[in-house]
T-cell receptor, first 111, second 115 residues
Framework: QQQVKQSPQSLIVQKGGIPIINCAYE??????FPWYQQFPGKGPALLIA?????SEKKEGRFTISFNKSAKQFSLHIMDSQPGDSATYFC??????????FGQGTELSVKP | DAMVIQNPRYQVTQFGKPVTLSCSQT?????MYWYQQKSSQAPKLLFH???????NEADTPDNFQSRRPNTSFCFLDIRSPGLGDAAMYLC??????????????FGPGTRLTVL
């Protein structure tokens, strides 16, 4: 019930492609869904976040799509660039404020 | 501009030799968290402070302790580091733990090596 399942584990796209990373959850009490971007040797940085009463949120090239009935959400990166190569973590916040992280997706954008 | 600061960025210690990692924040946030992250894994919450109230995760080993002397600073003490404790240690802060749109902000991490 407290798990967040993330896929794929790794992803390779060409520059300009649109990588899509998917997450699924079971606990309907989760109330906040952030995505973090992490470069090697650095801490995770908040990329974009969504609440469950919103179906889509866009910030620059990054879009979250949220399907409340299916308990799934996904990250889309438009016009991906080599500088987007990083590990991406989805997360869900439970009622106690704890973040439950997905397993992470290692994205590589080839020039 | 740094909001969550961790020192040192790299720490090397010997097996069994106590080590302390520090975190400071300029955000005046109520909550401070310590996470352990091993290679290719998600961050794992060790414990957090809500103000001065300490909250330990059930599976955090007794070897890990924490102190928060004031709002701005929080320390992670590893009493007897083992080889399995080599990891990135991340500090994070949030304004409160239950506000709907609250966000956790992470520091750059301290990479701990145990020889």
């Amino acid at each position: 019930q407290q798990q967040v399942k993330q896929s794929p584990q790794s992803l390779i796209v060409q520059k300009g492609g649109i990588p899509i990373i998917n997450c699924a959850y079971e606990n309907t009490a989760f109330d906040y869904f952030p995505w973090y971007q992490q470069f090697p040797g650095k801490g995770p940085a908040l990329l974009i976040a969504i609440r469950p009463d919103v179906s889509e949120k866009k910030e620059g090239r990054f879009t979250i799509s949220f399907n409340k009935s299916a308990k799934q959400f996904s990250l889309h990166i438009m016009d991906s660039q080599p500088g987007d190569s990083a590990t991406y973590f989805c997360a869900a916040r439970n009622q106690g404020g704890k973040l439950i992280f997905g397993q992470g997706t290692e994205l590589s954008v080839k020039p | 501009d740094a909001m969550v600061i961790q020192n040192p960025r790299y720490q090397v210690t010997q097996f069994g030799k106590p080590v302390t990692l520090s975190c400071s924040q300029t955000l005046n946030h109520n909550v401070m968290y310590w996470y352990q992250q091993k290679s290719s894994q998600a961050p794992k919450l060790l414990f957090h402070y809500y103000d001065k109230d300490f909250n330990n995760e059930a599976d955090t080993p007794d070897n890990f302790q924490s102190r928060r002397p004031n709002t701005s600073f929080c320390f992670l003490d590893i009493r007897s580091p083992g080889l399995g404790d080599a990891a990135m240690y991340l500090c994070a802060t949030s304004r409160e733990s239950s506000r709907r749109t609250d966000t956790q902000y992470f520091g750059p991490g301290t990479r701990l090596t145990v020889l």
